[in-house]
């Protein structure tokens, strides 16, 4: 994907900066914007609920590594579920029990995309497997990875990251 073409002037951060935006949904059902979540570097992951395993083991390291270099409030995680299928009554209702189990389990918020608009313009990112990118404080994205990540992609991830935490 042409990283030139995913960034629209979609909102401005603080310095005048395009920010990639997208309205989301929290597992307690509170509309929030992907935009109010920019302010630190972010590793973000775009997954239906037949991929969230996919990258188990890349996210076990992220966590280790982010404990082990000191790098937990310096850095956000931001799982977004695309859930696009699963909006209607009462599914949206179970979904969201869902996710709020999960939350529990791994103590990070995870982000209902009812609508499917990161699959839309300007995101166009896909509907189905994985997407992991990085972006930086102000919601610039960096890096995109797509599918299942291997260990040499994991080490390109932490030399994006490294520099924005220093």
Same mark, same amino acid.
């Given at each position: 994907?042409?990283?030139l073409?995913?960034?629209?002037?979609?909102a401005l951060s603080?310095?005048?900066?395009?920010?990639?935006?997208?309205?989301?949904?929290t597992?307690t059902?509170?509309?929030v914007?992907?935009a109010?979540?920019?302010?630190?570097p972010?590793?973000f992951?775009?997954?239906?609920?037949?991929?969230?395993?996919?990258?188990l083991?890349?996210?076990?390291?992220? $966590?280790?590594?982010?404990?082990? #270099?000191g !790098?937990?409030? &310096?850095l956000?995680?931001?799982a977004?579920?695309n859930v @696009?299928?699963?909006?209607?009554f009462?599914?949206?209702?179970?979904v969201?029990s869902?996710?709020?189990?999960a939350?529990?389990k791994?103590?990070?918020?995870?982000?209902?995309?009812f609508?499917?608009?990161?699959?839309?313009?300007?995101?166009?990112?896909s509907?189905?497997?994985s997407?992991v990118m990085?972006?930086d $404080?102000?919601g610039?994205p960096l #890096?995109? !990875?797509?599918? &299942?990540?291997?260990d040499?992609?994991?080490?390109a991830l @932490?030399g994006?990251?490294?520099?924005?935490i220093?």
């Amino acid at each position: 994907m042409n990283l030139l073409a995913l960034i629209t002037l979609v909102a401005l951060s603080a310095d005048g900066a395009p920010v990639l935006d997208a309205p989301l949904e929290t597992s307690t059902g509170r509309k929030v914007t992907l935009a109010s979540l920019w302010g630190k570097p972010a590793v973000f992951f775009y997954e239906d609920k037949d991929s969230v395993l996919l990258n188990l083991k890349l996210k076990q390291d992220l $966590a280790a590594r982010a404990g082990d #270099r000191g !790098w937990t409030d &310096k850095l956000s995680v931001i799982a977004v579920a695309n859930v @696009s299928s699963w909006n209607w009554f009462p599914a949206k209702g179970f979904v969201l029990s869902a996710v709020r189990d999960a939350e529990k389990k791994t103590h990070v918020p995870v982000y209902l995309d009812f609508e499917g608009s990161i699959t839309r313009p300007p995101w166009r990112l896909s509907g189905n497997g994985s997407t992991v990118m990085v972006f930086d $404080a102000h919601g610039t994205p960096l #890096r995109t !990875w797509s599918g &299942k990540l291997n260990d040499a992609d994991f080490e390109a991830l @932490s030399g994006v990251l490294e520099p924005l935490i220093r």
